[in-house]
């Protein structure tokens, strides 16, 4: 009998333990989608796998194959992207946040700007300084950006001086290092760090609405991945959105 019963226990099958959620999100979310990432473990779930760059990088990675089971864009332009190529379930897709757009110094040297058509952008950078952004080439804070100094009509003086970053914490880190005298970042990452000080913020007017979409990915549709995006829509997780400087849509 204790011969079966070891011969039963070695022929049952293994308990597989689920893997835990990938998540990959605009870099810009890294400091908030922490916090939520630590509420959904304190609700009993298992941590799950943040991965923050690019909104532009990480759809190319998911286009390529990566499995991810959730997606959040700086844009709605690169979540597009992946619709276009049927990897989005279209009934999970969702703008969950806001943001606004803000020109910042180095906390060693604060000024105040206003920030008017034809702002004198390039006196603030000084002779030699460049200006740190998202690469307007494919980052989303960087075309926005792009989008607020062409409508203030004060791209052309700056273009041939740009610090053109991977991602807006990139451009950031410009910034907090001295590396360059200003640079355009969302409000949220300045409010994250000690590094910069605002000097002025972009009117809304001058470039498209920041909207963060999310949504679940075709390649990686489970029931918890479902359940974790709902989860960003209750009240816990969107006052965690709102303590680091997110608008909720």
């Given at each position: 009998m204790r011969i079966l019963i070891l011969l039963l226990?070695?022929?049952?099958?293994?308990?597989?333990?689920?893997?835990?959620?990938?998540?990959?999100?605009?870099?810009?979310?890294?400091?908030?989608?922490?916090?939520?990432?630590?509420?959904?473990?304190?609700?009993?779930?298992?941590?799950?796998?943040?991965?923050?760059?690019?909104?532009?990088?990480?759809?190319?990675?998911?286009?390529?194959?990566?499995?991810?089971?959730?997606?959040?864009?700086?844009?709605?332009?690169w979540m597009n992207y992946l619709a276009d190529r049927r990897l989005v379930i279209t009934e999970t897709r969702r703008d969950l946040l806001g943001n606004r757009l803000v020109l910042v110094v180095p906390s060693t040297a604060p000024r105040t700007v206003t920030i008017v058509p034809q702002f004198d952008l390039a006196g603030i950078l000084g002779p030699g300084g460049r200006l740190a952004l998202g690469d307007p080439a494919h980052v989303p804070a960087g075309l926005y950006a792009s989008q607020a100094l062409r409508n203030l009509g004060v791209w052309e003086q700056v273009a041939p001086r740009l610090a053109r970053a991977a991602d807006v914490r990139a451009a950031l880190l410009f910034v907090e290092r001295g590396e360059a005298p200003a640079g355009i970042v969302y409000a949220t990452d300045a409010m994250a760090s000690k590094g910069v000080a605002v000097a002025g913020t972009f009117p809304d007017e001058t470039h498209d609405r920041i909207t963060y979409p999310f949504a679940v990915m075709a390649g990686g549709d489970t029931p918890d991945a479902r359940a974790f995006l709902m989860f960003l829509t209750t009240a816990e997780a969107r006052d965690a959105f709102i303590g680091r400087g997110f608008r909720i849509e």
């Open positions: 226990a070695f022929l049952a099958p293994l308990t597989v333990r689920a893997e835990p959620l990938t998540i990959f999100a605009a870099a810009s979310l890294t400091d908030a989608l922490k916090d939520v990432a630590g509420l959904w473990v304190s609700a009993g779930h298992e941590r799950p796998r943040l991965s923050f760059a690019s909104s532009s990088t990480l759809a190319r990675q998911i286009a390529q194959g990566a499995t991810v089971n959730l997606f959040a864009s700086a844009d709605e332009a």
